[in-house]
């Protein structure tokens, strides 16, 4: 766990930063499943980096001024709740274990929050979150703000993500060396779901492999839903039905990383599952995996954002182009973006406490002025080119169902990038060798 002095210490800054103003952001809620039964619950992103307090729907107000203050309101402290739902902090332990200023039960924030909002609002200087007004809490709502200030809440705050996200882009050292584990352990098991893959196993099966080593490495949940996709199915970037059978002479894509402590890992690699690439799957895996190492030397401080992506499509554009998948020239290619039809996504997002986590991929919000944004020591982004190719009647036919994408967790230094996700193997020999060939 983080050291809950970090926590502090982010809102001491984030108090200096909104100066004489007021930030309020409350926890999500839990959410139903079905009757009687809840999803598992996980804290809101913003609410876990200034807290690191796991309760749903408790509420912090962040005072600034003169005299800066961080106040937490949170469930009362109930014995009998605990015996079926565990234990409850309750405002006292809150205050002190959490280091916060002051402390009180959520069911006190009516009759407190006014209190703590007085004048606050007529100078416009209430900063709130907007995903917590509209979603996440049933206590923070325009509703409920509207009557602690009396006022048109819905048009009088300020958006406080715009403050946070800077801070969240820019990683600690404790949040790296949590990010360092969560991709290692993300690594640990992709190696092992490639050892467990044989034909006839179902997509599920490996899917559960994968899981099982998550929970077993102490990440008990996925960062995001596992992608395990077998042949023609690597073709749909967003697949998640698993459950296909795995067939000699596919390819297998799994993109499956962990949480842990909040943190997402996200990894991605495509190997054969009978452990021999064919000839045309190594043409085409080389030419993606050249285009991911080309992209992650342009990761460093000062470079643009969007030049890991420039550089991944010239590579795969030039491979497609010497394979003769695309036959007219590279001009016309980039110009008019026909490499669209082998690889659609963008090269890169940031990665944190969300998988696609918060930050700005460009510096303005008018079209005429934006300019890509640069890196920054201690950013965290994902490098992850891909080529798909399905069916077509341009396309031989041994190209068919070619779906590869490798995708690493890169962390930006001083001097360069750390490829935090280097423990899975990527190259074509050592895939072979971590499968094995296998008899049919």
């Known amino acids: 766990m983080e050291n809950l002095t970090e926590f502090l210490n982010r809102r001491k800054k984030l108090l200096d930063l909104i100066g004489d103003g007021v930030a309020v952001i409350s926890n999500s809620k839990e959410s139903s499943r079905n009757r009687d039964c809840n999803y598992p619950f996980r804290s809101d992103s913003y609410f876990h980096y200034l807290t ?65 909002l007085e004048g606050y609002i007529a100078d416009k200087n209430i900063y709130c979150l907007p995903t917590n007004i509209l979603s996440n809490s049933a206590i923070l709502t325009s509703k409920n703000l509207f009557k602690w200030t009396r006022a048109d809440a819905e048009s009088e705050y300020c958006d406080l993500s715009i403050i946070l996200d800077e801070m969240r882009c820019s990683k600690s050292d404790t949040e790296i060396s949590i990010m360092q584990k969560s991709a290692n352990i993300a690594a640990h098991a992709h190696i092992y779901a490639m050892g467990k893959t044989r034909p006839g196993k179902f997509e599920y099966q490996i899917e559960g492999e994968i899981l099982n080593q998550f929970i077993q490495s102490g990440a008990k949940n996925p960062a995001y839903g596992s992608i395990v996709a ?43 599952i009978n452990g021999k690439f064919t000839s045309p799957q190594k043409d085409i895996y080389q030419i993606v995996l050249n285009a ?75 079209k005429e002025d934006i300019t890509p944004t640069k890196f920054k020591n201690r950013n965290v982004l994902t490098v992850e080119p891909g080529c798909y190719i399905r069916p077509s009647k341009d396309i031989p036919k041994e190209f068919w169902g070619i779906g590869i994408r490798i995708e690493d967790d890169v962390l930006v230094t001083s001097d360069g990038n750390t490829v935090l996700s280097s423990n899975a193997p990527k190259e074509i020999s050592d895939l072979e060798n971590v499968i094995g060939i296998l008899n049919e």
């Not at 949170?74 to 002190?96: H, N, Q, R, T």
């Open 292 to 366: 991911q190492k080309e992209a992650i030397k342009k990761v460093k401080p000062g470079n643009f954002f969007d030049e890991p992506h420039k550089v991944a499509i010239d590579q795969i554009v030039n491979g497609l182009v010497d394979l003769k998948l695309l036959k007219v020239s590279r001009d016309e290619i980039i110009e008019k973006k026909l490499y669209t039809q082998f690889f659609m996504h963008r090269t890169s997002h940031w990665l944190g406490l969300d998988v696609h986590d918060v930050g700005k991929y460009n510096n303005s919000l008018k």
């Open 230 to 272: 077998s042949g023609i199915n690597g073709c749909t970037l967003h697949y998640v039905e698993n459950n296909s059978i795995l067939k000699s002479g596919d390819l297998l894509l799994i993109d499956a990383g962990c949480e842990l402590e909040n943190y997402a890992a996200d990894i991605t690699r495509t190997f054969p």
């Open 52 to 116: 690191g307090f796991p309760e749903p729907e408790a509420v912090i107000f962040l005072v600034g001024g003169n005299k800066p203050k961080s106040i937490i309101f949170c469930k009362p402290k109930d014995k009998s709740k605990e015996v079926w739902d565990g234990y409850i902090y309750g405002p006292k332990e809150a205050e002190k274990k959490f280091l916060f200023d002051e402390a009180y039960a959520l069911n006190d924030i009516d009759k407190l929050a006014p209190k703590i």
